[in-house]
């Protein structure tokens, strides 16, 4: 009887139980987080509709108009995430929103950067098995590939940085360890050839690998933010001190924790920590139950099972 409600536990929250994520606005820029127990507000947007959920954001500046890039997963519908845009206003509301990077294909993560006056997106695009470079051609709607930068490789939220003279490109693997492997590439040119680190992979932990924003420097030391996902999936962010990057070496120790707001609308996680200059853009998770959950399941279940037949 024990094992039986055992597992009506399981499926009850497998099935029912599900995180719902939104955005939130802090007013401080992403070095404030360095601060020894630094709780900044946050003004949590609009909270999304039924059944989907708004997560993994970054933004930037163009023409004095802010912008925020983001996923929005649905899971009712087709059960996977797709990338917006949309007219960020600091007051804590965005104005319309649209898809960008459509594809059958989930999308996440979509990294924006500005270089040499040119806007790039790098979206997750890890089912692809492919790391692809975009540029925006007219901003912020409409975008062409301007490059791929890894063929074969189903890389999970991939961020990317100039430092010190070099581009350097850090992710973790949907085909290992999505969580805790940690992989970095080198190149000299933003296009590529991008060259694997002699050590790949650099380090194992769930609780400190998988990217979680944008990378900054502060007082002449670069940091890495990271997910902590060895409780829950996008438990925290850990903030780390990257003490020797080469092609050949790296180090990093733990700067700073951040912590959900357990007093908040979303105690349940926080796994994005990104600069738009002085302020950071944050998500946070909800744990629930989400009827619509249920749908969208069966539905992908349904999916896999006809692939296989």
């Not at 850090?170 to 680190?197: C, K, M, S, Y």
């Not at 180090?251 to 990104?274: K, M």
Request: hydrophobic share 35%; net charge positive.
């Amino acid at each position: 009887m024990n094992r039986l409600l055992n597992i009506l536990r399981m499926l009850y929250s497998v099935v029912s139980l599900k995180d719902t994520w939104n955005i939130g606005i802090a007013d401080a820029p992403i070095r404030a987080f360095l601060q020894p127990g630094f709780r900044p507000r946050i003004r949590w947007l609009p909270k999304p509709r039924s059944g989907t959920y708004d997560a993994d954001p970054f933004g930037i500046e163009r023409d004095g108009q802010r912008y925020l890039f983001f996923e929005c997963f649905d899971q009712r519908r087709d059960y996977r995430g797709r990338t917006f845009v949309a007219p960020l206003d600091l007051r804590g509301s965005m104005g319309p929103r649209r898809e960008i990077f459509a594809s059958p294909n989930h999308r996440s993560y979509p990294y924006v950067f500005e270089q040499d006056g040119q806007i790039y997106c790098l979206p997750e695009t890890a089912m692809d098995r492919r790391v692809i470079l975009c540029r925006a051609a007219r901003f912020p709607e409409e975008w062409v590939e301007e490059a791929v930068l890894l063929d074969g490789v189903a890389a999970l939220d991939c961020t990317i940085i100039r430092h010190q003279g070099r581009w350097w490109l850090f992710h973790t693997d949907l085909d290992r360890n999505e969580w805790g492997d940690l992989f970095i590439w080198h190149a000299d040119v933003l296009t590529g050839p991008w060259r694997r680190h002699t050590r790949a992979p650099v380090k194992s932990d769930a609780g400190s690998s998988r990217p979680g924003g944008t990378p900054f420097v502060h007082d002449g030391q670069l940091y890495r933010p990271a997910q902590d996902c060895s409780g829950t999936y996008g438990g925290r962010v850990v903030i780390h001190r990257v003490i020797r990057l080469t092609p050949s070496e790296f180090e990093e120790v733990p700067a700073a924790y951040v912590e959900p707001d357990r007093n908040g609308p979303y105690p349940d996680g926080i796994h994005t920590l990104s600069a738009l200059g002085d302020v950071t853009l944050v998500d946070g998770k909800r744990t629930h139950f989400i009827p619509w959950a249920m749908v969208g399941v069966s539905r992908k279940l349904l999916r896999q099972l006809a692939r296989r037949s």
